[in-house]
């Protein structure tokens, strides 16, 4: 029986030594981290006859040596490990890989950028269920990819968040549908510079069958028709400032969104906030489209879309104060967006673990919409520096959220804000597990302030 190896035991390490399971391999799964959900999960697993181990990390000095290597998305794709195992002729592969070779007989929809992935992926996924297809979410929202193999229903389509962690370790990855969202600085501290990035994630544009762009994007617009000349490209700014012609266009023209010369639903019927996700519905619709579904699923799946939890997510209204939950807001762009979409003034809670990047434009909008800073994290201290380097003063350095939500009502009520916004611009593994567990914490604090808890 050929030995595979798992690195990583979160989500998408567990479903995929399932799968593998499944499929006739002898599974191990490793992860160098001790919990007690660990052991739980470590239990879980032997019980399934799969071997695991915590506490652990993978060497080449284990024997048997695995036939085969799936990372989780967090494992880096060139750590030393890992590039000795691709030297040795180990073949190494990602668990979205995985999931791959077992559904690709299904079209998927792929979706990736720097920001606004999850709001699109969850659009998509609401319009396809509207119209009836069986066709869940997954990658960084939803499932792990891996667990739509395994479920008993196999999808009609799946609709896949994909990170470019993801794409680095998916190599034959094809969806039918490519998406593109946007194209910032982000996860330097792993790509290296911004032209490895993007080639990363040309990647899977370039495996997709059709290809649908943000052409208000100004990088993806600068590189245009002479990188993509077969594209679909989407504009929240009228047919005049498309990329490509009307017939390859989808666009916002006189408050309605166009595809390709057809009015398909009023832009309004979106209740979410930000010109950014109009721009998210653009290409949600034409993804849609492309895929021939009819107008009508499309316009009851956007008016009745709730949003998406942890991104610009109203938790409550105290004292006419609204308390906004962007924790996903993970780096100075999705920040800056999030600012964006609010009303000034604002009371903004900001901090964490810092990511490289060009905080400018974040700056820029902290000046001319928040009447507070609120720091927390390990952050706070560099986001105090360069707050200070811009002529802003309104800051207090608080670390916790639990000290940041009490005080941020009594600045409010003082500015006569109209809201508290949660917008990070930081990872959060400097105090939380992932920014879903912090923004979680932020609507748990906001609802017992309310006595709603």
Known sequence: MPLAHVIGLGKSGIAAAKLLHRQGW???VSDRQISDSLRQQQKTLQDLG????????????????PEQIVVSPGVPWDIPILLQARAQGIETLGEMELAWRELKDIPWVGVTGTNGKTTTTALIAAIFQTAGFHAPACGNIGYAACEL????????????EISSYQ????????PQIGVWTTFTPDHLNRHKTLENYYTIKAQLLRRSHQQVLNGDDAYLHQVGLEQWPDAYWTSTQGKQHLVTSPQKGIYIQDRWVIVQGDPILPAASLRMVGAHNQQNLLMAVA????????????????VTFPGVPHRLELICTLDQIDFINDSKATNYDAAEVGLSAVPAPVILIAGGEAKEGDDTQWLHRIKSKAAAVLLIGDAAPHFAQRLQAVGYHGYEILETLDRAIPRSLVLAQHYKAKGVLFSPACASFDQYANFEQRGDHFRQLCLEMTGKS
């Open 149 to 160: 193999a395994l479920g008993e229903k196999r999808p009609d389509w799946v609709i896949a």
């Open 287 to 302: 993804v849609a489209r492309l895929a021939g579904i009819e107008r009508e699923a499309i316009a009851e799946a956007i």
């Open 50 to 65: 799969i071997a695991c181990e915590i506490g652990h990390s993978f060497s080449l000095e284990d024997t048997p040596l």
């Open 167 to 174: 794409i680095e370790s998916s190599s034959t990855l094809s």
């Open 26 to 28: 002898q599974v191990k």
